[in-house]
């Protein structure tokens, strides 16, 4: 199956830094998203990007799907992004959405 | 939370009785999952269902099994609870694109 790697997997930043996470998957895709597990263990959708770039606030993402990568960017840093970020992607509709191990960010005041 | 309620919130349970945890969604979605989430392993899918009475195994399915007999009910049956069980359960629909996640059952087996 459909192979998905997160790097790195722990980062630790102060306040105000900025962060670039990767997520490398193993075969064509024509769905991604990455998502946000707050401290408290909720699952948030940041991003559906199976292609391209797009922007929500201080976050922003970025698919090459020739490539076979993507990056989530965040800027300035606030102690709220701390937390869990996971990509997921799907082959096909009707295939199954694999999620990568993560990686786990923290942020200091 | 896209209308998806998971219950129980939180159940412990001996090894070798059976358990079920019920997902119910609101907004007449096609597709459904259960993932379970394990430090180290991140979210690794269970079953998933494509439609009533369609349903297809995950990464995760041995000792698992999954009924869909309503748009609205994913019901996910662990028929003799082992320790390696021991686990937060999320269910999840999509809608359009996007995956979004209940709240997660926090199970434990004894």
């Known amino acids: 199956g459909i192979q998905v790697e997160q790097s790195p997997p722990d980062l630790i930043l102060q306040e105000g830094a900025n962060s670039t996470l990767r997520c490398n998957f193993s075969d064509s895709v024509n769905n991604l998203q990455w998502f946000h597990q707050n401290p408290w263990g909720q699952l948030i959708n940041l991003f559906y990007i199976p292609s391209g770039t797009k922007q929500n606030g201080r976050l922003s993402a970025t698919t090459v799907a020739t490539e076979r990568y993507s990056l989530l960017y965040i800027s300035s840093s606030q102690t709220t992004d701390s937390g869990v970020y996971f990509c997921a992607v799907e082959r096909g509709r009707d295939d199954k959405i694999i999620f990568g191990k993560g990686t786990r960010l923290h942020i200091l005041p | 939370d896209a209308g998806i309620t998971q219950s129980p919130r939180h159940k412990v349970t001996e090894t070798g009785t059976p358990v079920t945890l019920r997902c119910h969604q609101t907004?007449?979605?096609?597709?459904m999952y259960w993932y379970r989430q394990d430090p180290g392993h991140g979210l690794r899918l269970i079953h998933y269902?494509?439609?009533?009475?369609?349903?297809d195994k995950g990464e995760v399915s041995d000792g698992y099994s999954v009924s869909r007999s309503k748009t609205e009910d994913f019901l996910l049956t662990l028929e003799s609870a082992t320790s390696s069980q021991t686990s937060v359960y999320f269910c999840a629909i999509s809608a359009g694109e996007k995956l979004f996640f209940g709240s997660g059952t926090q199970l434990s087996v004894l």
């Open positions: 907004e007449n979605h096609r597709y």
């Open positions: 269902s494509y439609g009533v009475k369609d349903t």
